[in-house]
């Protein structure tokens, strides 16, 4: 019996350990795409770091501005010096709460992700519908979503108004692994 | 005959107008194999550098390129690209390096405790420092 209760506090404590671990991607991916009448643009990060608290249920994000890659070179240039001024704000951050997150499983299911994005020094409250799945271990988490330039202050000069979405679909990919070490 | 030659030198400068808009607009990406590193320094001094005063450090290293020395903790491949993981003297911060999807061909050569150089573009620090288009040099 007294076996029996030691097993008991055995997987007690490993379930109490795993239920405060953290998942993590240092290679996530956002992708945002405008598309306009005159040109589309697109622009890949493939190093954004994204850590999930599966204990809080909580989801932070880091995302460097210059790690955005363009297809033109003068198309990135523009990006980082004219509109996020990504000499004055080198990072865009996302804080914020999965709010259905016993329900991942390991088949893909859909999740909200509620709390802060701050892009270009400015913050909005922002709720994100997301695929999310739990599977060996890893959580994967993908979606997309619209923002609107205006709302982070990001101007858009008169000359290339036409060549420029007013709204930029932001698609993002991670593949969250457990946090050892 | 003098309309004809303010026609025949607007068209040639507007020929040339256009020629050197489109060069502009698709200027290349710095080519970082062929360029010369910017800076040259080792893991430890960069990570130093960043974790010190990161404002600092970002004016200093961003968009450079960087050329640095360490030791390889880990190589792995995701999203089609290589990723080369530099140890430094802080048991959590790195350095990754992101390939290039030509060098990347070259990533299983590359093995675990070696002692390395890559070159390439700092886009900042996360939790890490990182770098992106790398070439390997040594």
């Known amino acids: 019996m007294k076996n029996l209760y030691t097993v008991f506090l055995c997987?007690?404590?490993?379930?109490?350990?795993?239920?405060?671990e953290r998942y993590l991607t240092?290679?996530?991916?956002?992708?945002?795409?405008?598309?306009?009448?005159?040109e589309n643009i697109e622009a890949k990060n493939n190093q954004v770091l994204s850590?999930?608290?599966?204990?809080?249920?909580?989801?932070?994000i880091s995302i460097l501005m210059k790690s955005?890659?363009?297809?033109?070179?003068?198309?990135?240039?523009?990006?980082?010096?004219?509109?996020v001024e990504s000499d004055k704000y080198p990072k865009a951050t996302f804080r914020g709460k999965i709010l259905n997150f016993e329900t991942i499983s390991n088949t893909e299911s859909k999740v909200q992700v509620k709390g802060k994005i701050t892009i270009h020094g400015v913050t909005k409250e922002l709720t994100v519908e997301t695929l999310a799945k739990k599977k060996d271990d890893a959580i994967y988490m993908k979606g997309s979503f619209f923002i609107?330039?205006?709302d982070f202050g990001v101007e858009i000069p008169s000359v290339v108004e036409k060549n420029i979405a007013k709204q930029i679909k932001i698609s993002f990919n991670f593949n969250h692994q457990p946090f050892k070490k | 005959m003098k309309l004809k030659k303010i026609i025949i030198s607007a068209?040639?400068?507007?020929?040339?107008?256009?020629?050197?808009?489109?060069?502009?607009?698709?200027?290349?990406?710095?080519?970082?194999?062929?360029?010369?590193?910017?800076?040259?320094?080792?893991?430890?001094?960069?990570?130093?550098d960043f974790t010190t005063d990161e404002a600092v450090a970002n004016a200093k290293y961003l968009e450079k390129i960087i050329q640095v020395k360490g030791i390889v903790s880990e190589t792995k491949i995701e999203n089609n690209t290589g990723i080369i993981i530099l140890q430094t003297n802080d048991d959590f911060a790195t350095i990754l390096c992101h390939l290039t999807?030509?060098?990347?061909?070259?990533?299983?050569k590359i093995k675990k405790g070696r002692q390395i150089t890559l070159k390439g573009i700092c886009t900042g620090f996360l939790m890490d420092v990182v770098l992106v288009k790398c070439v390997i040099t040594n």
């Open chain 1, 11 to 20: 997987l007690f404590t490993v379930f109490v350990i795993n239920a405060q």
């Open chain 1, 26 to 38: 240092k290679s996530g991916q956002i992708t945002f795409f405008s598309e306009s009448p005159l």
């Open chain 1, 51 to 60: 850590i999930v608290d599966a204990s809080k249920k909580q989801m932070a």
């Open chain 1, 68 to 83: 955005f890659m363009f297809e033109k070179a003068l198309m990135q240039e523009h990006f980082n010096e004219n509109y």
């Open chain 1, 148 to 150: 609107t330039l205006s």
């Open chain 2, 11 to 48: 068209l040639i400068l507007a020929f040339l107008g256009a020629f050197i808009g489109y060069k502009i607009y698709n200027k290349p990406h710095v080519n970082v194999a062929t360029e010369k590193a910017d800076v040259v320094l080792s893991a430890d001094q960069i990570l130093a």
């Open chain 2, 101 to 108: 999807p030509q060098e990347t061909k070259n990533i299983s």
